[in-house]
């Protein structure tokens, strides 16, 4: 009787999360029999100027005179909780308290935070679309945020008629170490995973023109619509687009394209 396969076998995943976000991703997809190469194309390095931290002890200070905070991602979620700790501060009860996607929000409930977000849509026109953002009128509302990146919920509120600010606490940069892991794959894998236009663009920044061409015909594997458009623009076509960013949504995606289309359609280019 032959032994089943598991459904990644034969299918090599280059991972392109932050370090410290990519271990769970990668032990599930070993664990379905992917061979998995890391090359972080993003990393998260807090913001620690005076006049950064000044600004996020004033954000943090402001707390009680808030209706609404939103975390736009975990990074966001887990340095807010650090500051929360530093300054010893308690979120009022009367706090609504929003979170764009699952994973942040399950990083919240683990530290005592309960946290709504958007169940169908885990990007920031779900967030947008939640009932309790439509009469925002008159309200306080306090972003936890990196430096940078879209400006979609900001602006959209204040619009609306709320009172926004942004609390950034990181910004994003390239690992130095990434283009050496790139020049060692030479391009040998069969699905490329990213989390965010911008990683997608980092990473094609760190490799030469005739390596872009070679990436773009790679099977890509991206979190959501938005995502998948700004790869479809930037030249891929075979794109595998998961229901959110959450570990088990982005493996199940691939692995019901590859037993949709069968291994075949993986092959090295």
């Known amino acids: ?58 954000a943090v200070a402001s707390l009680d005179t808030c209706h609404i905070v939103i975390f736009v991602s975990v990074n966001a979620a887990e340095l807010a909780i650090d500051c929360f700790l530093r300054s010893g501060v308690v979120l009022p009860d009367s706090l609504e308290l929003l ?46 945020r990196g430096q940078g990146g879209r400006e979609l919920i900001a602006d959209t509120l204040t619009r609306r008629g709320a009172i ?13 170490e990434t283009a050496g892991i790139l020049a060692k794959l030479r391009g040998e894998f069969d699905v490329l995973l990213v989390n965010s236009a911008e990683s997608l663009q980092n990473l094609l920044s760190l490799v030469e023109v005739e390596q872009q061409k070679r990436y773009k015909q ?37 692995i019901e394209y590859v037993q949709g289309r069968g291994l075949k359609t993986l092959d090295n280019n």
């Open 99 to 144: 979170a764009v996607g699952k994973s942040s929000a399950d990083f919240l409930q683990n530290n005592g935070i309960k946290a709504d977000y958007p169940v169908t849509r885990m990007d920031s026109e779900g967030l947008l679309a939640l009932p309790v953002l439509q009469a925002v009128a008159g309200k306080r509302v306090l972003i936890f």
């Open 1 to 58: 009787m032959a032994i089943k396969q598991p459904p990644l076998a034969g299918v090599h995943v280059l991972v392109t999360r932050p370090a410290h976000q990519a271990r769970m991703l990668c032990h599930l997809l070993e664990g379905q029999g992917a061979e998995v190469s890391c090359a972080p194309a993003l990393q998260i390095v807090p913001l620690q100027s005076a006049v950064h931290i000044a600004a996020i002890e004033q």
């Open 218 to 254: 790679k099977h890509l594997v991206v979190p959501g619509p938005r995502v998948a458009e700004k790869a479809r623009a930037q030249g891929f076509s075979n794109i595998i687009t998961a229901e959110n960013a959450t570990d088990p949504a982005v493996c199940a995606a691939l």
């Open 164 to 176: 926004v600010d942004s609390c950034v606490l990181y910004e994003r940069q390239i690992p130095q």
